[in-house]
């Protein structure tokens, strides 16, 4: 079984060396014990980086051919950088494991994904079993953000980033999803096959510094809340229904004080009706575009509608 492994690399001078010495011996080992086949190798995805990066995999490449590179002409983020290495690795392994270049993700689970695909598991999604060694700020907001992300109707697999093992097979399913807005958490769920999960203790990084401050996570929250769900279209629909309810009940109040109170100003009767039920009507409008948004959004992602895992014809 061949074995790629997909590092995207952005300004990770520091810790590539570290990390490419790490998983090379990790390979020889699963070749010694016949987990892998001796030709696994390495991919990294350089992603536009400002340092030498580039520089670093071109002289490991040179020492060991297993090393493998790409080069992105600029710097398109972590997710698109790792599809670029999923892709090109795609028909030229049996398996693929993605692994972010800092040895956050302790590398010993790949033995443990490896094992699950030679049981015929198909994607097996690394799962974090604590976060002790992040800060508190970066645990605690990335717990908020999963359960605000599930609220919002995206489905991902909870403390699962992007550490996992995928076939051939599942490669060549995931080339079929064409959008740009990627987030691959969201949709390797979706494509279904058989799945395992295994943990492992996230550590520190080897070397360098987090390339993903609050503002990219946030805009990656919203990027992946955004690019599977309508759903907080219609709450805007759903708080419209409920405006409108209250502006029943404030009618009644409106009529009640207007024939039983004599201290009315003029005026004040037609303004608390159109304010109310003009708003709530309003809100309900914007709610009803957005579902035919919602229903154009998810048309033009032109997502595979079904895949077909195997068939008996004959
Ligand atoms: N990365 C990338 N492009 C970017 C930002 C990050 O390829 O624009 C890579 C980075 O080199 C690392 C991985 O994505 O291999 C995860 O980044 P990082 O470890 O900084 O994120 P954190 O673990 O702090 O969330
Ligand atoms: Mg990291």
């Known amino acids: 079984m061949v074995l790629a492994i997909v590092i995207p690399c952005y300004n990770e001078e520091q810790a590539l060396p570290i990390t490419a010495e790490k998983l090379l011996r990790l390979l020889d080992r699963m070749a010694a014990e016949g987990l892998a086949a001796p030709d696994s190798y390495l991919l990294c995805c350089n ?95 990335a717990h908020a953000f999963y359960s605000f992300q599930k609220n919002m109707g995206l489905e991902t697999v909870y403390d699962h980033a992007d550490y996992r093992l995928m076939s051939d097979r599942a490669l060549n399913l995931l080339s079929e999803y064409g959008e740009s ?51 907080p279209m219609r709450w805007i629909f759903i708080t419209g229904l409920v405006l409108l309810a209250v502006a029943l009940l404030v009618t009644v109040y409106v009529f009640i004080s207007y024939f039983y109170s004599d201290h009315i100003e003029a005026g004040w009767a037609s303004l608390m009706l159109s304010v109310w039920i003009l708003g709530s009507m309003i809100l309900i409008a914007i709610g009803i575009v957005g579902e035919y948004i919602g229903k154009i959004f998810n048309e033009v992602k032109h997502r595979p509608r079904y895949a077909i895992r195997d068939t008996l014809w004959d």
């Open 47 to 141: 992603d536009g980086s400002r340092d030498r990066t580039w520089e670093v995999i071109e002289e490991l490449h040179l020492r060991d051919k297993r090393v493998k590179g790409i080069n992105l002409a600029h710097n398109r983020g972590h997710q698109n950088a790792l599809l670029a290495g999923l892709m090109t690795v795609r028909g030229h392994c049996d398996a693929a494991v993605s692994i972010d270049a800092d040895l956050q993700d302790d590398p010993e689970a790949i033995v443990k994904m490896v094992k699950e695909f030679h049981k015929g598991k198909e994607i097996v999604y690394g799962v974090r079993s604590s976060r002790d060694s992040d800060t508190w700020f970066k645990r605690t907001s």
């Open 181 to 231: 807005n990627l987030f691959l958490r969201g949709i390797v769920p979706q494509i279904g096959l058989d799945t395992a999960i295994v943990t492992y203790p996230r550590a520190e990084r080897v070397a360098g510094e987090s390339k993903y401050p609050l503002k990219k996570m946030l805009s990656f929250s919203i990027d992946g809340i955004t690019s599977f769900s309508a759903r």
